[in-house]
């Protein structure tokens, strides 16, 4: 009996996926009967709710992509150099405080960060940019980059201090310095430790909500340039959701739309990294 | 023969530079995160230190930023972490349980395995579509504090399952063998000693969890929580029988991070100010709470030897 409830238990995130499909496939299926698939992947504008509705997601995906990109420049580097620091370089007693101290970043609620790109960053970026808006992607890209700077460090030191340590001492033995073991030999063994960091700070980074919807404003631009305001498709579901909107119209259906299209873009990257981990992967 | 020997030794010391270089470069990378933190807790706390008062925990929203308060948000989100705790903790727990001490080793308990995984990287914002799907219109639920609760319930299960299974894994097997040795069954055994001597770590986990639910906005905007809330939810425990009374569940709501939201986005800096403040209490939330894992987790580790 206890075996079943467990069971149960455990069924019970398989049925949570099977719900956010199947809740946003059959909430999307009134929409894409009204605007056909090619207009929603092709046109360059996004206008739902206007008396002459537009509903190209591109702007939307363009918003998200220029975003995460900012996010991951700064995340990459900065999270991939604390996790080869804290792993082959920093003492035991600064690792054991430094570690959980960067992972504070990632706790801290994103509405706060919110506030944070908002009225410090972009005031701050405003002295070197005087042309920059009050809203910009630039920001809200480099907060959430800080803010999946631990889920990078974090998850690749792990990785790194998984690698066995006579491969390191192999290394040394001949002579190598420290960054030429780390670079050398800890890395690419530890690199589908690695891709795994890198893909759950993308999926962070693309799901990202209310940095963006609170510093990136909220207008659809079709636009590549991060010093620009434009929202991402997170910042469009919010803002509808703070709206009233009745339960069969066609401005509720673009939601579910819009939470398909992010969804299978961090199931892309997803099975883009599962692939990548699979071809590359170390087994000692 | 010294060319070639200086040659080798310019090249050792240039790769003893780099290898100094680089650890500059390390520091500056964890100086980068540190700061950033620190710098957000000034900037918070400068603005926000200044609203705290007596006045601001025990008034609802206004129109006058001066008045307003938190009332509504902070016994929302107490209300709402009540749900979302009660429902993630039996099934986050009961899941990792059963992976780790119950399940066969077949295709379709790696399925189960890869799903938890790759839940953890669903945007949030898709849990709250999911939920204003089923449980609002389908469930018939309403924007309340049930759905709150249960939506960021589903949110955190992941994470709970996936810290019930470490800990539970850290458990020696002979411990197990003892147990079973002495005739008790299997559920006697997950019961009196696996359970019990994982609970650090089970603890940990949930505190994390629930930690990143405070903070979780996104998905409660999403199933049409409201920002302006001047009333409580009924009490929960009334003066005449039955005593308890469920109707708060059913209640609209608003949480701190709504609140904030609200007025970060409006126009005027009184409300700023405003936000700084309940963003305060959010902080010293989420961060007493994450204070408090560490705190157990390093306990926990230092006292259990085996």
């Given at each position: ?36 698939l090619?207009t ?28 995460t ?14 996790a ?15 570690k ?29 940019l ?11 890209g ?16 792990d ?11 192999g ?15 800890v ?33 659809p ?64 | ?14 790769r ?7 650890s ?7 100086a ?20 705290l ?9 206004s ?18 972490m ?51 799907g089923?449980f609002?219109?389908?469930?018939g ?5 049930l ?58 986990g ?62 005027q800096?009184?409300?700023?100010l ?33």
């Amino acid at each position: 009996v206890v075996e079943t409830l467990l069971l149960l238990a455990a069924l019970s995130s398989v049925a949570v996926t099977a719900a956010i499909v199947g809740i946003l496939v059959i909430e999307s299926v009134p929409f894409f009967r009204v605007v056909p698939l090619g207009t929603f992947l092709t046109d360059t504008q996004w206008m739902p709710l206007f008396s002459q509705p537009r509903y190209g997601i591109l702007p939307l995906v363009c918003g998200t992509l220029v975003t995460t990109a900012v996010a991951l420049l700064v995340a990459v580097p900065v999270g991939t150099i604390a996790a080869v620091y804290l792993s082959e370089y920093a003492p035991h007693r600064v690792r054991e405080w430094v570690k959980p101290m960067l992972e504070l970043l990632s706790a801290v609620p994103t509405v706060v960060y919110g506030y944070f790109a908002l009225l410090f960053v972009t005031p701050a970026l405003q002295r070197v940019l005087p042309d920059l808006p009050g809203f910009n992607m630039l920001s809200a890209g480099l907060v959430i980059g800080v803010m999946i700077v631990p889920y990078i460090s974090s998850l690749s030191e792990d990785a790194m201090r998984a690698v066995p340590v006579h491969l390191r001492e192999g290394a040394y033995a001949l002579g190598s310095t420290r960054l030429q073991t780390a670079l050398g030999v800890v890395m690419p063994s530890a690199f589908s430790g690695i891709a795994a960091a890198y893909v759950l700070g993308i999926s962070r980074a693309i799901g990202e909500t209310m940095v963006v919807a609170i510093a990136a404003g909220m207008q659809p631009t079709m636009t590549w340039d991060p010093t620009q305001p434009a929202a991402t498709i997170t910042a469009y579901i919010v803002q509808v959701s703070l709206g009233d909107l009745p339960h069969d119209s066609i401005g509720y259906q673009t939601i579910f739309a819009a939470g398909l299209t992010l969804m299978l873009m961090t199931l892309a990257f997803n099975v883009a990294g599962h692939l990548l981990r699979k071809r590359f992967r170390e087994v000692y | 023969l010294t060319a070639a020997l200086a040659a080798v030794r310019a090249g050792i010391a240039r790769r003893r530079r780099y290898d100094l270089v680089f650890s500059g470069v390390g520091l500056a990378a964890l100086a980068l995160g540190l700061s950033t933190l620190g710098a957000l807790l000034w900037d918070l706390g400068g603005d926000g230190v200044g609203q705290l008062s007596w006045s601001f925990l025990t008034s609802f929203p206004s129109r006058h930023a001066e008045k307003a308060g938190i009332l509504s948000a902070w016994v929302g989100t107490a209300l709402v972490m009540l749900v979302t705790a009660c429902a993630a903790v039996p099934l986050g727990v009961g899941a990792g349980v059963y992976l780790e001490e119950y399940a066969p080793k077949n295709r379709f308990t790696e399925l189960i395995e890869i799903n938890i995984a790759n839940l953890a990287g669903v945007p949030s914002v898709v849990y709250g579509l999911m939920a204003l799907g089923l449980f609002v219109y389908r469930f018939g639920f309403g924007q309340s504090v049930l759905t709150a609760g249960l939506t960021l319930a589903l949110l955190i299960l992941p994470i709970v399952i996936t810290a019930t299974r470490e800990a539970i894994r850290a458990i020696p097997g002979h411990l197990r063998e003892a147990s079973f040795a002495l005739g008790a069954t299997r559920w006697e055994t997950t019961r009196d000693h696996v359970v019990p001597y994982s609970m650090g770590g089970i603890l940990t986990g949930v505190i994390i969890g629930l930690s990143r639910a405070i903070g979780e906005s996104a998905p409660l905007i999403t199933i049409g929580a409201l920002a302006f809330i001047a009333f409580l939810p009924p009490a929960p425990l009334q003066a005449e029988a039955p005593f308890l009374s469920f109707k708060w569940l059913m209640s609209p709501f608003t949480v701190l991070p709504i609140q904030m939201f609200n007025w970060v986005s409006r126009p005027q800096a009184a409300f700023h100010l405003n936000a700084a403040g309940a963003g305060l209490v959010l902080l010293t939330m989420t961060l007493a709470m994450n204070g408090a894992a560490i705190w157990l987790r390093y306990r926990f580790r230092k006292r259990i030897k085996w």
